[in-house]
């Protein structure tokens, strides 16, 4: 009876105590509960800055592969002869290798951003002061300026790449028509007959490229620079790799340009997106 009367009195003290304790302190304990747990949305919202701080400290390079690089001379050079070489199944020489120096590359101005849209800024640049007299003039000069001869000639994998390759130029040829070198929708007796006037530019598949120069209707005596064009169709397709059309630009080339880069008498000029790691991925394959 004596233990339970004192029992009762124990507790009734207690929530005397709890009733005096001032409510500032319970607060304050609240307060302290609060900025020990911080909640889920506050770390959340912490961890989402810290991500983005890190993407921000980021290279673009390091960001992501789509970011758009332009290749130097060098190696777009390597990339062409490492196409070559592959494409058709040889080593070339020493000496040929030699003879292919960065020189051989027509290297395009601007920013990266733009690699594609201003082939006839380009152009201006890549002829120098001389760029007038060369690509805009129509005026045929007998024994300087023969007719069929463009100084500048675009391959491009189909006719409707071609024509949007002619529409970049078009600020260029409103004096002297572009030819336009391809079979969709065009004869070749047609063609023969454009290149019998002066021609600045022409614009073409390798195919019918190659015919007209083996009928002798289009001329290279005054060819200067060769604008390969790397653009990629839907499907992921380009100029070195849509079949038949790959293998028509090698024969091309072999037959009528290889020999001419070697000397230094034409340039070539990549067009487009061109893989800047082949070295890496070589020295990497050779330490496998």
Request: glycine residues 6%; positive net charge.
């Amino acid at each position: 009876m004596g233990a339970a009367t004192a029992n009762a009195g124990a507790a009734a003290a207690s929530k005397k105590q709890q009733k005096l304790r001032p409510k500032n302190s319970i607060r304050k304990n609240k307060t302290k509960d609060k900025k020990k747990k911080p909640s889920n949305n506050k770390v959340k919202s912490n961890e989402k800055k810290n991500e983005t701080g890190k993407a921000a400290a980021k290279t673009p390079a390091q960001r992501g592969k789509n970011v758009v690089q332009r290749a130097t001379a060098s190696q777009q050079l390597s990339f062409f002869v490492n196409q070559y070489q592959s494409a058709n199944g040889v080593q070339l020489s020493s000496l040929e290798l030699d003879s292919l120096k960065e020189t051989c590359i027509a290297e395009l101005q601007g920013p990266a951003e733009n690699i594609t849209g201003n082939l006839d800024e380009n152009m201006k640049v890549v002829f120098g002061s001389s760029w007038k007299q060369v690509l805009f003039e129509k005026h045929l000069k007998e024994g300087q300026i023969d007719p069929g001869c463009p100084a500048l000639l675009v391959i491009s994998s189909s006719a409707l790449r071609s024509l949007e390759l002619l529409r970049e130029l078009r600020s260029l040829t409103k004096e002297c028509h572009a030819a336009k070198l391809f079979s969709k929708h065009m004869k070749i007796e047609e063609q023969v007959s454009i290149l019998k006037n002066r021609v600045n530019i022409a614009s073409g598949t390798p195919s019918r490229i190659k015919k007209l120069i083996d009928i002798e209707a289009l001329g290279l005596s005054r060819l200067a620079v060769i604008v390969l064009d790397m653009h990629t169709d839907v499907k992921g397709y380009s100029l070195f790799t849509l079949p038949q059309v790959r293998d028509e630009f090698w024969d091309l080339y072999r037959s009528y340009f290889h020999q001419p880069l070697l000397e230094g008498k034409v340039r070539m000029c990549l067009y487009g997106p061109v893989p800047t790691d082949l070295e890496a991925k070589k020295s990497k394959a050779n330490d496998d």
